[in-house]
């Protein structure tokens, strides 16, 4: 019945995107050149940050437009509750856990001495050898040494900061040089923005990745003056919608420079909304649980896609899908081949921005470098759960059990009723597990003797 | 800073609408001919429990579409928590406390002789002598003996249900027949639906009042066979997404007889969704409890305002509103002098409506007949709290405080940190309380000796 259910959704959605907002061809990127990216990720913005989601004092009427003209993806997932982790899966389509990526130290700090290694394909990587200018601007948080900076990892240029933005010392680096130190996060959105323009207007004919990481909302919280109380919200609200404009500043250059039918825009969040920080952290909507944990509003995340012309607007799509499925849909309309060497984790999203089915059918949660939960189809296991970073766990055996398409908010436990499907899908996160070979940790490798917390020539 | 951050957020909201679907004038209804008004109201439905409030596996492209063409209101309120005191309120403008429509009793039963008094003025009786032609379509759960039905109210034509679908033995009445019973809950939708066009298609050239009041997704949940199976929410998203279509049905008459720009459109839900009943009940997005509740998911509600031509498409308001400023919304848009001999406790949406600032500051929230919490502007403090109907209640002394806007969640007690504040909002409760003048209890009236349960004729 899910698979049913799910074309007749976005059959629907797709009628309704005609008949409201003008019909879209169905097209492939033209001929002769590929399309450009643009990913926009987030910092801890939850779930029901965003109007469109529901959110009723947060007003974002240039994410809500990105929606209206492209595709809600409502069951779309970052690989990790935390940050580093969560990057590096974006940028490799690979699970943290098999590249050391993520573990007990949950993140890197100035004082750590490894990073996302060197022998790792990133998007920027895979698509540079097409004559694909690539650009990364905002945090980077995969590694402060040179060696693991953007500019290490395919990206032609770089500006922004190194870590998250409440790690001391916390300085703005242009390539691989401090530009600035401590970065004056007031006008960082500001500047960041301008950073994108720039860098579509140089691109000229060149087809061009933008990796926008943006900064915000992650605490300590910085609106520039233009913003500050002017949201029902507070400054959380002041945050995320300068963030809303930012994103609006660019779409809107894409569209003036005529480049909208040939630019694929992603925007989604690193991870769920940090809930500890109150009101400074945000809101995960119906979900449950934030920021590191394994429940669905860790990980779960707003996603809309946008390509006019390609992607039908105003349409909707419920398909499972990932962060880790970013690389494999860069491959595809890219042109380029996907990183042999390495095990990916993802498969391209065209056939769901197209408006079909995705072939994703299963979802490892993570916690550090453990496999808390587990989801095939719409049923979720759980072996550990923790709401949030520093609350207690427990330990779960048997799993829980919890339908979630039906139940998206996680309340009601089914494994005494369906201890069937409880198995099955603990037979297919052991088989997921078996399949998955640990890679050499690299969040606890410490500074070389000497270095200082946060130097890069090092 | 409030006002002006909520005119900021009006006038953002409107920029968007304008680019996205087309520029709306802000016209006076045409001159000569009132405009018409239908109000549709869903049983139980959650504030999360649309695909544009954020339900990711719920689809309501019809409802979608109504505010892609209209306004959301996202601080929009119904008077209670239940059913009874609810319809009460929207039907009178008045708060139900003053006309004994809520106890402890809760609501009313086919075991109940009370009902709606006969002396108070309902919208339908109203409009009417304005030449308005008036009809109920679905539940009405005012009184179902023959005194307190629709056709002694003010009402026309009456086709539906006269108490909740869980109430034993639930009749459809015609007027004031027993057409049948029990009812065919299967096809229940399709037939309002199908009475709600005819009747607009009776209209003619009059203007007209329809009160289209769903029976579900209060439970017991029944969905047309076109229906069944057919939503990734299960069951529950069947019902609502048949009710979504209903919507769809009836919009879509009104744009084929030429009457979009000459009829406004609310649709809202009676109280926040039934938690208890798991995946049988809806959810409240990310607002806290659910029906029965004065916590904000008991009485905030979805909320769309529909009236091209008038209404801005695409628009969004954060002024706080509520049910009880429907009639006094139809009172401004028809000409009908406002009832005298009752006091109001609402007034016209239509500045609102209009891209504007409404009026209203202060919001009680009773349970039952007591105040148990008040808001005054983005503030609200709690004197008890329960989170559903069956569960345990607390006390508050001091009263708990929230900022709503910050925390639309409710998860950041503030009383201890602004003294000040939650003094200010109790004293606003206190006077309030004062200007309250309780009725007479009409719930627990019992039927008179002899009567059956249910019996209208009595």
Redesign the interface.
Known sequence: ??MV??R??MR??A??GA???GGAAMGAPRAGRPPNIVVIFADDLG??DL???????L?T??L??MA?EGM?L??FYSAHSVCTPSRAALMTGRLPVRNGMCGNRRVLFPNSGGGLPTDEVTIASMLRPQGCQTACVGKWHLGHRRRFLPTSHGFDRYYGIPYSNDMRPCPILENETVVEEPANQDTLTARYTARCVDFIQDAGDDPFFLYYAQTFPHVPLFASRAFE??????L??DVVEELDWSVGVILDTLRRRGLAENTLVVFTSDNGPW?VM??RGG????LRGGKGSTWEGGM?EPAIAWWPGTIEA?S?S?EMSSTLDVLPTCAEISGAPLPEAKTLDGTSLMPILRGGEGSRSEMPYYRNDNLWAYRKG?WKIHYQTQMGYRSDHEDHDPPLLY?L?????E??ELGERRPDIRDEVDAAAQAHLAGVEKGEPQLGIPLPEGAKPGQIDV
């Open positions: 019945m899910d259910s799910r007749d959704f629907r959605s009628l309704l008949g409201l907002v779930y029901g109007s469109c989601l529901g959110h009723p004092t007003h009427p240039n809500d437009r209206a809600k409502t069951q109380e002017t949201s029902l919200r507070g959380y609200g809930l109150n009101e809101s995960a909507g119906l779960r105003g909707l419920a719409p339908h398409e039906h139940d998206p908010s309340r009601l």
